[in-house]
């Protein structure tokens, strides 16, 4: 007996439908349910409990957490995006040689190869009051003492943000732009277009797809990190995800899985408002 199309499909999307029951929907559903749960020392009490999200509203700690850590998507995203459209732009439309654009590109990944743990650490001698850079601006006197601001802050936070996720941003928008025909650009030019006009007319619009993945790629990374910020900024700066990992070792789980779902929600919010904006999936289609 013959099954249908639509039967062969089912068939076809079961696997990944059980694989995404098991390992996605089932734990979040748990990680919701113990959210709306009372607790106590190192336990759940199971009873329905409004007190988790209610704390989280009312408590001006937790919402400036949620404040730093759209602050630093803000200063992120617009330093990326910058950055990764201004390397891709040169390397697209202004290294003409496939060979060399593919060596650069690879080059802008090689730090990448290494492990993430290490690209971070590697900070710590390099900023530190005895650090490298320290060292030469009071070498060169430019500063008397060293600065202490450059590593255990904010800032040292955001520097290794921009230099882990700049490629993330600029993988997408190279993308995006590869796929533009040169033939538009050629228009343009011969229309008298600028080439600033060539870019906010002509390519931008183009490569929305691009910028937003690259933004679904930033947001999401600095929405779920603890572990940077706890280690870059010497616990001067905190972020819900780090007051998460902390009631996780407390063993205090309803609050934290309140958290979770609250940033759950918020990254939804943002993937859903950038599917609006922009068609992403032609963009992964092509």
């Not at 930033?218 to 998460?244: H, R, Y």
Request: net charge positive; aromatic share 10%.
């Amino acid at each position: 007996m013959s099954l249908s199309p639509r039967s062969v499909s089912w068939l076809q999307a079961s696997p990944f439908a059980l694989i995404m029951t098991a390992l996605v929907i089932i734990p979040l559903l748990i990680i919701v349910a113990v959210s709306f749960m009372d607790f106590g020392f190192a336990e759940i009490i199971p009873e329905f409990y409004l007190g988790n999200y209610l704390d989280i509203f009312k408590s001006r700690l937790t919402i400036d957490l949620y404040v730093t850590v759209f602050r630093h998507i803000a200063i992120v995203w617009s330093i990326t995006a910058v950055l990764g459209f201004a390397v891709a732009y040169y390397l697209i439309f202004h290294v003409r040689s496939n060979f060399w654009r593919a060596i650069f590109l690879v080059a802008c990944a090689i730090p990448f190869w290494t492990s993430g743990v290490i690209r971070m650490i590697s900070w710590v001698p390099l900023l530190g009051r005895e650090g490298l850079v320290n060292q030469a601006l009071v070498g060169m006197g430019i500063v008397d003492q060293p600065i202490s601001w450059l590593l255990y802050s904010e800032f040292s936070v955001l520097l290794v943000y921009v230099n882990m996720l700049t490629l993330a941003m600029l993988g997408p928008i190279a993308n995006s732009m590869a796929k533009i025909s040169p033939s538009i650009i050629q228009a343009a030019r011969d229309q008298g277009a600028t080439e600033w006009q060539t870019i906010t007319q002509i390519i931008l619009p183009l490569i929305k797809p691009g910028i937003a993945v690259g933004s679904i790629f930033v947001i999401t990374a600095i929405m779920g990190d603890a572990f940077i910020v706890k280690q870059l900024s010497g616990t001067q700066v905190n972020t819900p995800a780090g007051a998460i990992l902390n009631e996780i070792n407390a063993f205090q789980y309803p609050p934290a899985a309140a958290k979770s779902v609250i940033m759950l929600v918020i990254v939804m919010l943002i993937v859903g408002g950038l599917l609006r904006l922009v068609d992403i999936r032609k963009e992964l289609a092509r």
